[in-house]
């Protein structure tokens, strides 16, 4: 959440980003943490975190979206889509099978970093630009 809370910042509306991010976002982040944290301890704790990054992502992008005309594109709105995807499927994967970080988990990150290159050799042409960075 904190790219639109910069987003705000670099408007120069010192105002909103204090009432926004500051007071409302990390306010609600914090009550959800001690709330989480007094039922279900740790686990909570991560829950909450989770919880509360969705919650006020979405806030802060609203605010954002509305008062700045702030517009994700579609590529990176398809990148986002697919980190959570993969995410996800680690996730349950994890809490269905009980177990930690095995081949399937790990297989998924893997899978999830190589997307990532290929994306962002798409955009940047990272492949040239390292090669270039190690000839010198």
């Keep these: 959440w904190q790219t639109f809370s910069y987003i705000i910042l670099s408007k120069g509306d010192k105002k909103s980003f204090l009432i926004y991010d500051a007071i ?3 306010g609600f982040a914090f009550l959800l943490n001690i709330l989480f944290y007094k039922f279900w301890g740790l686990w909570g704790l991560g829950v909450s ?3 509360s990054s969705v919650v006020v992502s979405t806030f802060l992008f609203l605010i954002v979206r509305f008062k700045y005309g702030f517009i994700i594109n579609s590529f990176i709105l398809k990148f986002i ?4 995807l993969i995410y996800s499927i680690v996730y349950i994967y994890t809490v269905v099978f009980h177990n930690g970080i095995d081949l399937i988990s790990i297989l ?3 899978c999830s970093c190589i997307i990532s290159f290929v994306i962002l050799n ?3 042409n990272f492949l040239d630009f390292i090669k270039t960075k190690i000839a010198r």
Excluded at 81 to 84: D, L, N, V
């Design 108 to 110: 998924l990150v893997l």
């Design 81 to 84: 889509i697919s980190f959570i």
């Design 49 to 51: 975190f989770v919880v």
């Design 24 to 26: 409302i976002a990390n």
């Design 122 to 124: 798409k955009r940047i």
